[in-house]
């Protein structure tokens, strides 16, 4: 019996290198015991999918097989992005969901997102999964048997369920970036439907992804869609990471607009129709969204990042829209709640669609203009981030600034904040700042840095 490596279990999936940490016996583990959870709550139906990794097809047999030993009816929804899953899961009314995906990580590595009951599967669940794993054989074989899992493609009902929330307004002309990713198909699919004109780069799902990384918050992949959006003069771009369910955008002069802008100008439509909502996003966002959205008449709440501990949030308050810094969007407006970038796109271009006085760059130059840090990630031991935390905490205690302890510390001063989180997911610390102007964040910076030396931590670059 070999036991799964420690280093796949993750806070809001599994994930490893192929080959290295994750491998197919895995894959029918994973399988075997979660079809003893679904069946624990009552279920007996799951559904499954993959993306475009060279590796996926290989784990999506060996996960059906460890499905099918353990007693659950199976349904394969075949390759796509892994909102379409989440799609499947509601749309086929099961049980449980599992998506085979790498997400935005290298070529090399894939893992699974899953789903229970139509909810966010993660944390102790995820826990629990691996102890039943640890005590598994390894399985004799990994073919299913034939006629074992039922082939049932929702694309078509995929692609009409986002084009149903579309509202025509101007034609503009898009430009669109899946990245080589999983997204590719349905979003070839959605532009062939929309009126304007739309341009696609990098549509052809292609898991060695060859043109770029597939990750659209880091500004180095959104070169390719910057140049197309001049070359076509398009009014806007949106990008994709590799298993859709991050977005990215660029106006028309090809600045970016990271997560927490596009999130104001859904809140803005949002809360138009829905006076007084919730609208969520992450302890990373900038404290103009949180301003913004009250400006509006909504209800900012800050909450913890992660789009599992989002999603849960989201469901107990009731919230039309969420989103994080990195580009998850998650809409309960009119849709499901998780989060889904194609989604988002045919929303946000209903929305610059709808405007008959401005284009999107002219509403960029109307956005507040702080000045802030990128999302700063530094490695520091597993063993050792939280203790970070809990060091730096202490020494804010009656200190100047107001600190927020939800997910690491926030703290907010009269012109600026900053943050100071540990990663779930990874062994880093993650670190922001944002000041009204360069020599506040200069100084929030330098204060920032303090607690990190104070707590025997490099200061890493950019701080």
């Known amino acids: 019996m070999s036991a799964p490596h420690t280093s ?33 709550a009552g279920g007996d139906k799951v559904v499954i999918g ?24 199976v349904t394969d929804i075949g390759r796509g992005p892994t909102p379409m899953l989440y799609y499947a899961s509601h749309h086929l009314a099961a ?47 990994l073919k299913p048997a034939a006629g074992k899992v039922a082939k049932h493609s929702v694309f078509d009902a995929y692609v009409a369920r986002l084009l149903q ?49 597939p990750d659209p918050t880091d500004p180095h992949t959104l070169v390719q869609l910057i140049e197309r959006v ?10 994709f990471d590799g298993d859709g369910d991050r977005i990215g955008v660029v106006d028309g002069q090809g600045r970016i607009l990271w997560g927490d802008q596009i999130l104001v100008l859904l809140a803005e439509d949002v809360l138009a129709e829905r006076p007084g909502a919730v609208i969520m ?61 194609l989604y988002a796109a045919i929303r946000f271009l209903s929305i610059v669609a709808s405007w008959t006085d401005q284009t999107l760059a002219a509403r960029y130059d109307r956005m507040p203009k702080l000045v802030n840090t990128p999302e700063l990630r530094f490695d520091c031991p597993d063993e050792k981030k939280f203790s970070v935390i809990d060091t730096v905490k202490a020494r804010l205690k009656g200190g100047a600034g107001a600190v927020n302890d939800l997910d690491g510390v926030r703290v907010t001063h009269a012109d600026g904040w900053w943050l100071l989180r540990a990663s779930n997911t990874q062994a880093v610390l993650v670190a922001r700042c944002e000041g009204k102007d360069q020599a506040t964040l200069a100084g929030l910076k330098a204060e920032l840095s303090g607690h990190l030396a104070a707590a025997g931590i490099e200061v890493p670059a950019g701080l």
């Not at 001049?230 to 990008?239: L, Q």
């Not at 959205?293 to 909450?303: C, D, N, Y």
């Not at 469901?315 to 889904?340: C, K, V």
């Open 8 to 40: 796949i279990f993750r806070e809001y999936d599994i994930r490893g290198i192929v080959g290295q940490t994750l491998f197919e016996q895995d894959a029918y583990k994973i399988g075997l015991g979660f079809s003893q959870l679904v069946r624990e």
């Open 50 to 73: 993959f993306d475009g990794r060279l590796s996926s097809p290989a784990l999506v047999e060996a996960l059906a097989a460890g499905l099918i030993e353990g007693g659950v009816a």
């Open 95 to 141: 049980d449980g969901a599992i998506m085979v995906t790498g997400s935005h990580n290298p070529p090399d590595h894939n893992g699974f997102k899953m789903m229970l009951k139509n909810k966010p599967f993660f944390g102790p669940q995820i826990k629990r999964l691996g102890a039943l794993m640890a005590d598994m054989a390894d399985a004799a074989s």
């Open 165 to 213: 929330d579309f509202r025509p307004g101007r034609d503009l002309t898009v430009v669109w970036d899946p990245g080589n990713g999983a997204s590719g198909e349905v979003a070839e699919t959605l532009a062939a439907r929309l009126p304007g004109r739309h341009v696609l780069i990098n549509e052809t799902i292609d898991g060695t992804f060859p043109n770029h990384h």
């Open 230 to 239: 001049a070359a076509e003069k398009a009014d806007f771009g949106v990008a």
């Open 281 to 341: 996003a992450d302890v990373k966002a900038s404290q103009a969204l949180f301003d913004q959205v009250a400006e509006l008449g909504g209800q900012p709440l800050m909450w913890k990042t992660g789009h599992s501990l989002i999603k849960t949030k989201m469901a107990e308050t009731g919230a039309p829209l969420a989103g994080e810094m990195s580009g998850h969007i998650f809409f309960g407006d009119r849709y499901y709640g998780f989060d889904d970038a």
